[in-house]
């Protein structure tokens, strides 16, 4: 399964943007998806996961700020991020495991995207 991630960029701090992976299979709201970041020399940690069943976990650090969510009709899996911070800045990746369940740790998640790069200005 491939994963292509669009959405990322530029924008101040408080402000929003809305991720986008499109899977090559249609996966979403069949296996557990997610959204993870990492900055260079970090492992790579979780933002944001939705179960086959629609259950959704966010980290701390996403919680009340951003929503992960699947568009069944187009096969996308997005994250909404709302008031940005300069500390969200990092390369943002969208991951899909071969299971319905998730689990938090990056490898549990079989297939990758390239990321997409987030930057916060403050």
């Known amino acids: 399964v491939e994963l292509v991630e669009s959405g990322g960029g530029p924008v101040q701090a408080g402000g929003s943007l809305r991720l986008s992976c499109v899977p090559s299979e249609h996966i979403v709201s069949k296996r557990c998806m997610a959204w993870f970041r990492q900055a260079p020399e970090n492992e790579r940690e979780p933002v944001a996961n939705?179960?086959?069943?629609?259950?959704?976990y966010y980290a701390d650090s996403a919680k009340g700020r951003f929503t992960i969510s699947p568009d069944n009709a187009t096969n996308t899996l997005y994250l909404q991020m709302n008031s940005l911070k300069p500390e969200d800045t990092t390369t943002y990746f969208c991951?899909?495991?071969?299971?319905?369940?998730?689990?938090?740790?990056?490898?549990?998640?079989?297939?990758w995207g390239q990321g997409t790069q987030v930057t916060v200005s403050s």
């Open positions: 939705i179960d086959a069943d629609g259950k959704t």
């Open positions: 991951a899909a495991s071969s299971a319905r369940l998730c689990r938090w740790h990056y490898t549990y998640y079989n297939y």
